[in-house]
């Protein structure tokens, strides 16, 4: 990851293109909107004129609906424009740093140029499928926590310890398996994107691939479950130094504001080195081979002595077929 620390600067850089980008397409829109539309804040601030327009939201509706249109819209470009961006910018990371492991010494923003534009479609399939499965699996999670919730119900119309234990009893149970299916789908994913990045597969091979790794390696995903537990706690550390930060008089907010400048240079670099992590574990496991002239990456495989016997002998040499 040192190798490619520039990637860190693009990761602050694309953070700060979309601040600029929120207030290019939801700022400036909404002001422009103000003025056409007439609206005046003070009277939106004061509380009994906000509860009469919430109150009757079909007026509030009808009086600013060319409002309501132009911020979604804006709301909608900006979005895209975001996670345009943020594919771009991913697919740009994870290229250079599988260049970096087969033997690249230094980065190049154009490779990193190259590497984005090779890798944006395959994530974004890639991206859909996964944001797919977390929507069936948030589902899932919900009906669960329904079902549980009813069956609490009914024990407390029975006896009320009885209710008490189940409700805890399911809860950390819900809360265990719950983690750890979101942990094993985010390892699912960053595995699959190291598979698209290094075996060039599209999105529905690197997901398969990716879940027959974990499942022949498990240690893939010991190595990511530790490594998520100990971003976890770094980023608690980080929060709690900030709130201390915050509270300091006079200088408190000057302070924080400084120190989370740097707290997002320090996660991003964090987060490089997790998927720079998994990418170095996944190549060193999975039997790839770096073959000679810096070409791509092959498979390796074994041949056996059937296989060997099999193949062409060498031809005779002139004296050889002589002495024949």
Not at 53 to 65: C, F, G, I, N
Not at 86 to 98: A, H, K, L
Not at 212 to 227: A, D, F, R, T
Not at 308 to 322: G, I, N, V
Request: net charge neutral.
């Amino acid at each position: 990851m040192n190798r490619n620390w520039q990637l860190v600067l693009i990761q602050v850089g694309a953070m700060f293109a979309s601040l600029v980008g929120f207030f290019i397409f939801i700022g400036i829109p909404l002001a422009i909107a103000f003025i056409i539309f007439g609206i005046d804040l003070t009277d939106i601030s004061r509380p009994d004129e906000l509860a009469n327009l919430l109150r009757r939201p079909s007026d509030l509706l009808s009086r600013y609906l060319g409002l309501a249109i132009l911020l979604l819209t804006s709301l909608i470009i900006y979005i895209f424009s975001i996670f345009v961006v943020g594919i771009f910018v991913f697919g740009g990371s994870i290229g250079s740093i599988t260049r970096t492991i087969r033997g690249s010494e230094t980065f190049q923003i154009r490779a990193f140029w190259k590497e984005g534009k090779r890798l944006f479609f395959p994530l974004i399939g890639f991206t859909a499928i996964i944001g797919a499965g977390f929507l069936i699996l948030a589902f899932l999670l919900g009906l669960l926590g329904g079902s549980i919730s009813a069956l609490v119900s009914i024990a407390k119309e029975q006896e009320a310890a009885l209710a008490l234990f189940l409700g805890i009893f399911f809860s950390l149970l819900l809360f265990a398996s719950g983690l750890g299916l979101i942990i094993m789908a985010l390892s699912v994913t960053i595995y699959g994107a190291a598979v698209i990045a290094m075996d060039k597969e599209g999105p529905f091979t690197a997901i398969k691939k990716a879940i027959l790794y974990l499942y022949n390696k498990p240690q893939g995903l010991y190595l990511y479950c530790l490594m998520f537990i100990a971003f976890v706690i770094t980023n608690f550390i980080i929060i709690a130094i900030g709130i201390i930060m915050g509270i300091v008089p006079v200088i408190g907010p000057f302070l924080s504001f400084v120190y989370q400048l740097s707290v997002y240079f320090l996660q991003s670099y964090l987060g490089l080195v997790m998927i720079a992590t998994v990418m170095v574990f996944y190549h060193s496991t999975s039997g790839m081979v770096q073959p000679p002239g810096g070409q791509d990456s092959i498979q390796a495989e074994d041949i056996s002595p059937a296989g060997a016997s099999q193949q062409e002998e060498p031809p005779l040499r002139m004296d050889e077929t002589t002495q024949a």
